[in-house]
């Protein structure tokens, strides 16, 4: 060889970089459809269930947080032997997208699906165990022809309906709110303040289901949360009591003939209140309406008519929560009419009063002051009498007197409405009605769903007070001919509320496939019969009452249509925490919103979503601002460099993680070599280094199982971080003198593939690469979960901390069994101890046998 050219030395190759290892694994999974729900029967099955995003942008970091915490049940059941169904999708109607397709001058399908092309993708980095085979969309004509399949079975059984009614309208959005989309009076999507319109409405008719609704919430008791139960409850509002008839008393003046005819605007000749307590009946001083409701405007006085008219205006403005606050006197006006007691026959005032509200009970209620403190502060504020303190014995006699005097009757009551549904917007699934001259509301046949969206762009979606679908632009989509009939007819304008879409996409999940469940059904119910119930169901707690409630209705329904053999939907229900920035909720428009795609450019997937679990438990709120990706990303380094450090077995090709008792955690599986480690596990003396690692091993085994039931994931990464350290510093020091070396690697060995296999569930690329670096291909997702070995969970000996002034000052290995006084003569026997005291006197010895010892001591007296 040429002198001049010595041989150089050989260059070791790069390590693979973070996004190297991340697409090499994430490659594997989609190649080999490692998370395809199999629904072979070969394993127990078990659904999982995250609520679907909605595409506007990218994937921020509350869906970060979601998607983390649902994974790591996925994974965990599918390494417990679990055929996992883990489905994802996009709840893509609504008005985002709209108003974005107006200002763009385009139709919102473009923003809709340039978005959930960008979520798709940074999904799929982020290395969720999602079966994408199952993918849906519901602005999918294939996935709303079955919304409005649901719909028209609503309507055939009569719990759809339309009907003129006093609605929230949003003069921002241009478009009807439910009840619930309205919050301190304004819209809760955009802030605008809410004002009240008479149009005509599609409302389905969940009242019917309202005891079904309450009263199975007995089953999910300890399964969902308990604040969700408890919202759920107050928003159905069930109360017992009775109606009682007030009859008003007829007008003097001038206003006497124009009530007395008939018509809607005509005085009712009573008032009916409902109430919890009728009882109290004798005590009553005077009848309160809701300012807002029907009520009101009929009894009012022409001279009382301004000033109701500006507590309506108050009123609507204000929110519920607000309204009904126990503790705050509300506004009032006089209406100018009077109602007679039914049972002492006085004349008593009629007020409008904020706290009385349109839609609970019948609208109106009785004020007692003496019995009720509300009402008490309401008469003391309008200067009406306190009444006396009579009562009737009992709610049952009360009952039985009204009923007798014909005066009132037993009821219940709910806070509960009927679900308005139809929205004057374009980007939604249209309403499969036709309006027919001849034949009245005729409904679109079966067989000619879905009732597709025309294609409407820019200026064309701008609502102008009515629908999209109202416009001179869709008139030629409007005009079909009536199905009965054949006359000329109109569809109906309107689009279904996107809660309609939400309220029963689980079940599609149940049966996958791109053109949808044969035999032109939205599932298959054997489908639905194996998967359903949801095992858990995993979102926020914003969802707590809306679509919750709905979706369970949906499935009550289709159960007694005989489509599902569950009530209820979800068996059980993680609510996740808010994800903050600086102490505030995440904004574009405050300037602290954070994209995943961002995070996952700078730190890697496994990093955000190590930091995003370990940052506390799941219902806690996270701020990202104080959690530390960074720290996560040297974590995970530092398992590579474990793997590294051990190595492939010799002759290893590959198995799974099976665990027999006495043999490794982690098992022989079908790997070669394995009767070799086995043996050397076999060889650990008691006592040993290696002894006291697959102590360590087999124990954060055995705890992470109970963490992971409890949802303590946060306290899993805890105890791997331990184990990680414990294998890396065994490994390091090797074996005692005297020890031999094959059973201590053999237990460092261990520890490393137990730490691949638990990371697997937080930080899967790392723990694939990791997992790989030991010889255990193919992939660790196909691995099965560790069994801890009991023998190792009882302790022998046990390292006792010793602590002077509450400061660590040493350690001693003692039996577990250990006496107090035992542990206390060691203790003050130790060298760190002696050197602690020196010069000090010992106040006294607090001993906690076996594990900690502290000795408390003060400055020796001169």
Known sequence: MDAAHPPQPSVPPSPPSTREIEDRWQRHWAEHGTFRARDDGARP????????????????????????????????????????????????????????????????????????????????????????????????????????????????????????????????????????????????????AVVQRELTQWFVRVTAYADRLLDDMDALEGAWPARVLTMQRNWIGRSTGARVRFAVVPDSGPRAAASASPGPGARPKHVEVFTTRPDTLPGATFVAVAPDGPLAAVLCAPEHAEALARHREAALASGEI???????????????????????????????????????????????????????????????????????????????????DGAGERATSYRLRDWLVSRQRYWGAPVPVVHCPACGVVPVPDDELPVRLPDLAGDDLLPRGRSPLASP????????????????????????????????????????????????????????????????????????????????????FLHDEGW?????????????????????????????????????????????????????????????????????????ARVLRLADAVGPAVGSAGGSVVGPAGGSVVGPGARSGAATHDASLAGVAPGSR???????????????????????????????????????????????????????????????????????LFAPHTAEEAWHRLGRDPSVADATWPVADPALLVADEVEAVVQVDGKVRGRVRVPADVDERTLHDLALASTGVARATAGREVVRVVVRAPHLVNVVTRPTAR
């Open 45 to 192: 099955r078990r659904y999982l269930l995250t609520m679907f995003p909605y595409p506007s942008g990218d994937l921020h970091m509350g869906h970060a947080e979601v998607f983390a915490l649902e994974d790591v049940v996925a994974r965990y059941w599918r390494l417990r032997g679990y055929d996992v169904l883990n489905p994802i999708g996009w709840d893509s109607f609504g008005l985002p997208a709209e108003n974005a397709a107006i200002r763009r001058g385009e139709n919102p399908a473009v923003f809709t699906e340039t978005n959930i092309a960008t979520q798709a993708a940074t999904a799929h980095r982020y290395g969720v165990s999602f079966d994408w085979s199952r993918r849906l969309e519901t602005h999918r004509p294939e996935y709303y022809r079955w919304t409005q399949w649901l719909f028209l079975r609503l309507l055939e059984r009569g719990l759809a309906y339309r009907t003129t009614a006093p609605v929230n309208w949003c003069p921002a959005d241009r478009t009807v709110l439910a009840n619930e989309q309205v919050v301190g009076g304004r819209c809760e999507r955009c802030g605008a």
């Open 322 to 404: 607000e309204r009904t606050n126990a503790q705050r006197t509300s506004a009032g006006t006089f209406l100018g009419a009077w109602v007679r007691h039914p049972v002492t026959d006085e004349r008593l005032p009629v007020w409008a009063a904020d706290h009385v509200l349109p839609g609970y009970g019948t609208g109106a209620v009785m004020g007692v002051p003496v019995h009720d403190d509300r009402d008490a502060r309401f008469a003391a504020a309008h200067g009406l009498p306190a009444g006396s303190g009579e009562t009737w014995p009992d709610v049952d006699d009360a009952i039985t007197r009204l009923e007798a």
């Open 473 to 556: 632009a869709a008139a030629a989509w409007r005009r079909v001919p009536c199905p009965r009939c054949g006359a000329d007819a109109e569809r109906d304008p309107d689009t279904l509320d996107t809660f309609v879409d939400s309220s029963w996409y689980f079940l599609r999940y149940c049966s996958p496939g791109d053109d949808g469940p044969p035999g032109d059904a939205p599932f298959r119910p054997g489908d639905a019969r194996r998967w359903m119930p949801a095992a858990q169901y995993v979102g926020g707690v914003e969802h707590a009452i809306l679509h919750l409630l709905y979706s369970r209705f949906v499935t009550k």
């Open 564 to 636: 599902v053999d569950v009530v209820e939907p979800f068996a059980t229900l993680l609510n996740q925490g808010q994800v903050l920035n600086g102490g505030r909720a995440m904004s574009k428009s405050l300037g602290n919103g954070v994209d995943l795609g961002e995070q996952l450019d700078r730190h890697g997937a496994d990093a955000v979503r190590l930091a995003m679990v370990f940052a506390g438990p799941p219902e806690d709120d996270v701020d990202w601002a104080d959690v530390d990706p960074g720290a996560m990303r040297r974590f995970c």
């Open 690 to 760: 290696a002894h006291d690692l697959r102590r360590a091993t087999h124990t954060t085994v055995h705890e992470a199982e109970d963490l992971l039931g409890r949802s303590r994931f946060n306290v899993v990464v805890a105890r791997v971080m331990e184990l990680v350290t414990a294998a890396r510093r065994a490994s390091d020091a090797g074996p005692a003198p005297g020890e031999p070396d094959a059973p201590h690697r053999a237990a460092v060995r261990e520890a490393a593939e137990v730490v691949a296999v638990l990371l697997s």
